[in-house]
Nanobody, 126 residues
Framework: QVQLVESGGGLVQAGGSLRLSCAAS????????MGWFRQAPEKEREFVAA????????YYPNSVKGRFTISNDNAKNTVYLQINSLKPEDTAVYYC???????????????????WGQGTQVTVSS
């Protein structure tokens, strides 16, 4: 059974940076797409980044482009999300998710992902 475990969240001041990690286990990881989503209180879950298994294709919504960077280390079965210039509105629980097969048109859709981590809290103080 595939398991995803996020880490790296915490309390940070506005303008700071964080690097979130998502470690995958319990499967043979190739040809996957990994995504990061976030959910703030009383808001819908929001897509923030995705990466192909090869690492050479990444996806970001315009809302985070330039501040968020997704990367992966296949030797460690780990995906990272670097967040710079943090803003109070970035406060949310951040989730990583894995999809074995996904159409490019569905990259931003949470229903397209097969496995989810438990989430890591990011709180940005002003």
């Amino acid at each position: 059974q595939v398991q995803l475990v996020e880490s790296g969240g915490g309390l940070v001041q506005a303008g700071g940076s964080l690097r979130l990690s998502c470690a995958a286990s319990g499967g043979t990881f190739s040809r996957y797409t990994m995504g990061w989503f976030r959910q703030a209180p009383e808001k819908e879950r929001e897509f923030v980044a995705a990466i192909s298994w090869s690492g050479d294709v990444t996806y970001y919504p315009n809302s985070v482009k330039g501040r968020f960077t997704i990367s992966n280390d296949n030797a460690k079965n780990t995906v990272y999300l670097q967040i710079n210039s943090l803003k109070p509105e970035d406060t949310a629980v951040y989730y990583c998710a894995l999809a074995w097969r996904i159409q490019a048109t569905a990259i931003m859709r949470d229903y397209a992902y097969d496995y989810w981590g438990q989430g890591t809290q990011v709180t940005v103080s002003s």
